[in-house]
């Protein structure tokens, strides 16, 4: 018996191999391996465009399980629309809210595809809805609540880690947003139904993130945690950053010690301290 | 803080924060209170709810296939500390991967094997002692089935009571689909689950789903036969204390959730006057 062990949802290139592999796979895998290789297969359409999977599954086992992964994807993106997309669905018709496109010819496209809680899943999805729901209303603040939704729904609806790296890096869906009115000042008043006020009008940039547990946070970033921010999308050494003379060490640090407690960027502090 | 009675059954539901004003109005429908998820910080009503309704903690705290984090167990502990429940639930899941890289985000129920059956005894011990009271564990029904499975479902969880001597919070709606779609009676499939350890019944209502092309659960009220089975469980459990209605989504209207209660209330108040 081979005791090679195969990563979770891998495929065999070679039609020929693969029946007495997989055979081989099904027995060299411990049965919690083979549970991850089950659920990479149900959320990953690639996987199940190429594999029946009938090593583990029967073969009409295998066509419910399909029905099974279609049944997930529509149930998951519902659901995070429906969470992301709430305060533009208040004031819109329901049959034109976000959460109503999952049942469209579109979705059914997309769910044929996707790859359950991936970033990549997310933006497709957060895209069509903001599609979907701009023609509605034609007044300024109304773009900017769905860009605000879109940024959100990001968090929602992405699991997908972003990978390790030794320095710090932006997690995979984290994203910064400039908006030209003020939230939470516009969304309190979405709800007030009273005319808009001038004070809801405003520059802010905005930071949405998401840590591994699932936390969600939304920040309006000030000038000197955006600079760190953009400095680490850029891929910049931040010690070129720290040595500038407007930054003391400390502060530095406590930024970013900040921006990895929020899951905005995947790792601590590193050596700030430049080569002399 | 009001607890779950012992001397009669008690009749609730999830907590469904939209629908608190109508709860609080509504005692005489709803004895208690599941939890599914912590209370919103903005939520202006949880204080009376939870001076007028027993809390049972129904969040998820982890899959028992795989141990749980410190950050989980402390978690459980805290909700629990807070809700004062007289048991916690889980459920026999396994819906992401070992690395956390992918996640069905959906019950899901671990293989039937030998190897799961150890996992899931040796972490249900620790949950159970983290957050210091009894657990019980809730039955997941399977869509399709795995060659790899070594035994039945209801040999699993038999085998798992009688090792961790936890409680059992049987899903009739999950039993009657894992009955449908084996093609079997519901009675006929719970023939060897161990009804003697059944501390909880969850109802619930199904409708068609076009994905799975046959009924799954649905925020609906349950129907007869859903009923009359959860009567009959009822009938076979000895230490039944709690039959809840599982739904809990921002689509339940207040009439639904009364017409589910009175439905519920009413089919267990015959099957108990029968009895």
Redesign the interface.
Known sequence: MRRTRTA?GQRRRQPAAQARGDQEV?FAL???????R???Y???ANLRRFSAAN????ED??R??Q??S???A???YR?RL?RGFHHSSAVISQADAASSLVDGQEFDAIVDNCV??SFATAREVGQLAVASLLPWRQEAWWQELLEYEFAFFLQLAT???TPRSRRPQASVSTTVRSFGFRFPELLTWLRSQKPLPNTVRGNTTILFSRT??GRIYVVELDARTEAVFRAILRGEDLRQLASNEDWVLDEMKQTLQTLHAIGAVTSGVPNLKHPS | MPSIPHDRLSIGTFYNPHLAQFTLDHPELIDHLSMADPPALEDEFFRKIQQQFPLLLHDYLGQLSDPLSKFALARARDLQQRYQGPWVAEHFQCLHTQDHARSLDYVFPPLYTEEFLKRFCENALVLRDAVGAPLVMENIPGFFSVRRAQMTEAEFLRRFFERTGCGFLIDVPHIWLAAYYRGIDPRQYLADFPLDRVIEIHVAGVEHDRDLEGPWIAPTPPNDEILQLACWVAERAPELRAVTIDVFSPAVSAEQLADSMRRTRAAFATSTAAN
């Open positions: 979770p099904q411990s049965d919690r391996d083979l549970q991850d089950i659920i990479t149900l959320t990953d090593d583990v599954l029967g086992e295998g419910r399980a029905r099974f279609r049944f997930l529509r149930r998951y659901d429906q359950l809680g699991s997908e880690a591994p547990h």
